[in-house]
């Protein structure tokens, strides 16, 4: 049982191996990252439907693989979630600055804007930070072999997404203003 009361909140939540709609429970202010980020080991999920692996929305009825009333999800293989709440950053919003960036996860990507201290490289950004972070205003879209990048029209568009720095598999932030906005999803 829980010490503080929790509202619940609708969450989809991918990993490798299941994409899991249900609720998920956040303490009043706080936001799904502050969830991920807190030390318990599994996140529970009730009036859990578990899908087949993917990032198509809505899944399939011949994809459900099991409901189950309650489900423990290992934060750990958690890639990312859409639902629940964003969560505020700890510092001076004066401090912080956005970022476009595009997190790839095998044969699509989630592209946003992510919240970074002023002036830091993202590298030591994103060897320092928390794993879940929540990426604004974010677009999902299908990677495909015969179509550029800047021609893929997303496939859904989120207010906010929470990734996990230490499962996606690549990121790739937009080039400068100099650069020509055609060879970015950003333009």
């Known amino acids: ?14 990993t490798r191996a299941y994409r899991v709609y249900g609720l998920i429970y956040l303490v009043p202010g706080a936001g799904t990252a502050d969830l991920l980020n807190a030390e318990r080991a599994y996140l529970p999920v009730t009036g859990a439907l578990v899908y087949t692996p993917g990032f198509r929305h809505p899944p399939e009825a011949r ?8 489900l423990a999800l290992r934060k750990e293989r958690i890639q990312w979630v859409a639902g629940g709440r964003p969560s505020e950053p700890r510092t001076s919003p004066g401090l912080l600055e956005r970022r476009r960036l595009a997190f790839l996860f095998g044969d699509y990507l989630l592209a946003g804007e992510l919240q970074v201290p002023k002036g830091a490289r993202l590298s030591d950004f994103l060897s320092q ?21 800047v021609d893929l029209e997303p496939l859904e568009r989120f207010p906010f997404v929470t990734v996990n720095l230490r499962l996606v598999e690549a990121i790739a932030e937009a080039p400068g203003g100099a650069q020509d906005p055609r060879l970015t999803l950003f333009g």
């Open 129 to 149: 930070a928390k794993p879940f972070q929540t990426l604004l205003e974010a677009n999902l879209y299908a990677l495909t072999p015969d179509k550029p990048i």
């Open 1 to 14: 049982m829980y010490k503080q009361p929790r509202e619940a909140h609708e969450a989809r939540v991918y």
């Open 63 to 70: 994809e459900l693989k099991a409901s189950t009333g309650f």
